[in-house]
């Protein structure tokens, strides 16, 4: 299992399960999956309506709890100090864990709600309820804002990141401040059509006899992100999880950079209306 090392020395499994429109019921089978074919990192957050089901199957597993890296990601709507430790001990409860490995904030809010929730987020990190702090969907300008105002340094930013977005400057800023970055939608979410069917990777892809989406998540671990790739299938789970025995050359590396257009498939960071 590769890991990486937060800025605080906490590991978190560079592949985990993503969980974002499974339903309670496909999100246990998927994770009863994923940890069967050996993933140890699973991806949900309050506003997908899983965590539950998700607590339930990594009981049942028999795996032990601390074998077993969880994130979660605070709502939108429960921005702010008092509402982030509320949701907090929500999310806790559902997912029916002592701890919780990383905390997200889901989506950047503003600056005075960003700063008043790493706050809470702090305060839950001081007391060891949450093994690690990090944002999600935040840019360059929103990070540099926490770090000039708060004490302890985001270790993780999750944001939107695949062969067409590829998002070099943000990684470089990551890297530089020793936040890890950490990759959703790798597969390109709803527009995994256009990624099965890129010649790029098809070529690339039966060079290695491999798949795409497999070439796809092999290329951000060779950049050293993060990526939790979703599936409910659990064939797709497998061969999701099928990437450690190949590595990418400097050429096919090259080539697949040169497949970035900079478009989004999500929102942008600042134009967030939910
Ligand atoms: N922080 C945020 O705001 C945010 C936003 C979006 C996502 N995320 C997280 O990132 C995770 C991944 O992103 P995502 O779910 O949007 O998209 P994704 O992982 O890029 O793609 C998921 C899609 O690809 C299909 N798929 C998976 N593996 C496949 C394979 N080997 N061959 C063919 N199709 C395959 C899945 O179908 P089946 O499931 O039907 O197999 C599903 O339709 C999410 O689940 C969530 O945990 C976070």
Aim: glycine content about 6%; aromatic content about 10%.
């Amino acid at each position: 299992m590769m890991k990486v090392k937060l800025n605080n020395g906490y590991e978190m499994p560079i592949v985990g399960l993503g969980t974002w429109r499974s339903s309670p019921e496909d999100a246990y089978q998927a994770v009863l999956s994923a940890l069967k074919a050996g993933y140890r990192h699973i991806d949900t957050a309050a506003i997908y309506g899983n965590e539950e089901m998700i607590g339930k199957a990594i009981k049942d597993s028999k795996i032990k709890r601390e074998e077993i890296f969880i994130t979660t990601k605070l709502w939108n709507t429960d921005q702010g100090y008092e509402s982030t430790l509320k949701a907090f001990e929500e999310s806790r409860r559902k997912l029916g864990v002592d701890y919780i490995d990383l905390y997200l904030i889901h989506w950047f809010k503003g600056y005075d709600n960003s700063l008043a929730t790493y706050r809470a987020f702090e305060e839950l990190y001081k007391q060891g309820k949450v093994k690690a702090i990090g944002v999600s969907n935040y840019n360059v300008h929103h990070i540099q804002h926490l770090l000039d105002n708060v004490e302890i340094k985001p270790m993780v930013n999750q944001v939107e990141t695949h062969v067409t977005l590829q998002n070099h400057f943000l990684h470089d800023y990551c890297k530089q401040n020793n936040i890890q970055l950490e990759a959703y939608a790798p597969l390109m979410s709803k527009n995994i059509g256009q990624l099965l069917e890129n010649e790029t990777l098809i070529d690339i892809a039966k060079k290695y006899n491999k798949t795409v989406p497999q070439v796809a998540i092999r290329w951000l671990i060779e950049r050293g992100i993060v990526v939790i790739p979703k599936s409910v299938t659990e064939k797709r789970i497998v061969s999701n999880f099928d990437v450690f025995d190949f590595a990418l050359n400097e050429e096919d590396m090259s080539r697949i950079r040169k497949l970035n257009t900079g478009r989004k498939i999500f929102v942008e960071f600042d134009n967030v209306d939910y």
